[in-house]
């Protein structure tokens, strides 16, 4: 895959994530895992629109909302949509296409300017400076979306029967318990910058997966990383999980492998 591409892949995967950011500022609560199935041709302005109304709708004001994880995540979408306006106006600058509008404020829809980045990425003008260039910007996006999804998610149970272990444990031996969490790995220790929550810290690393808590053994080639002894798949592996589980939802699909080779790296041990 060229850099050209992966900067659009990524691009392709902040935007499928962008709403679960917004829900989860306006609501509260976790949404339900979504199945990303997103194309950057479904990104278009009717539902660009069709958000901003909702938005407006909303009779809460920014920033009242008792529940602590809101003002971080906002704070994120602020910079986010920053980040992305900016990516998209140096394509267009060193491409010599007309720009789009900065955003109205710093709530706007990031969308519509990540379909612009994703388009300016496609043309053949990008060289291989200007696409690893763009590529550093947006493995920074995914990064903070990444960050954002486990203040959202951190220690949720998702309502998911795994494709691999079916469910199956002690209480439910017929399966179907949902077994998978949300977990951040690295969420136990201290933030390096002096913060008291080092989620919220956009210096400290993070390392945001979906564990299967459960006597789970898929086969090496589709376990991302493993923690504990338990199988874990970091977020950037989400996109194929979900497929995995739409699959395993369809009696003729096949499951596929996550990767070629069978380097699995190890969290905390194998038990
Ligand atoms: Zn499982
Ligand atoms: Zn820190």
């Not at 602590?68 to 600058?93: F, K």
Request: proline share 7%; with cysteine; charged share 25%.
């Amino acid at each position: 895959m060229t850099l050209a591409a992966r900067a659009i892949a990524d691009l392709r995967w902040v935007a499928a994530y962008w709403p679960d950011l917004h829900d989860s500022r306006l609501h509260g609560t976790p949404a339900a895992f979504r199945r990303v199935q997103l194309t950057a041709e479904q990104l278009d302005e009717r539902d660009a629109a069709a958000w901003i109304e909702r938005l407006e709708r909303t009779p809460e004001a920014i920033g009242a909302s008792p529940a602590p994880v809101r003002v971080p995540v906002v704070d994120l979408l602020t910079g986010l949509l920053a980040d992305t306006a900016y990516l998209a106006d140096e394509l267009a600058a060193a491409l010599s296409c007309p720009t789009l509008e900065p955003p109205a404020s710093g709530l706007a829809d990031a969308r519509p300017y990540l379909t612009f980045a994703m388009r300016r990425l496609g043309e053949p003008a990008v060289d291989d400076a200007l696409a690893a260039w763009a590529y550093g910007r947006t493995r920074a996006l995914v990064s903070t979306v990444a960050r954002g999804l486990a203040l959202i998610y951190d220690g949720q149970a998702l309502e998911i029967e795994c494709p691999w272990c079916r469910g199956v444990t002690p209480e439910t031996p017929a399966g179907g318990a949902w077994t998978w969490k949300v977990r951040d790995l690295l969420g136990g220790r201290a933030c390096r910058h002096g913060l008291p929550d080092r989620r919220f810290c956009v210096d400290c690393e993070q390392q945001v997966v979906i564990v299967c808590e459960n006597d789970c053994e898929p086969p090496s080639k589709a376990v991302g990383t493993w923690w504990h002894g338990f199988p874990c798949w970091r977020v950037y592996e989400w996109d194929w999980l979900a497929e995995q589980v739409r699959r395993a939802a369809t009696p003729t699909a096949r499951l596929e492998p996550l990767r070629d080779d069978e380097q699995t790296a190890s969290y905390g041990g194998r038990a």
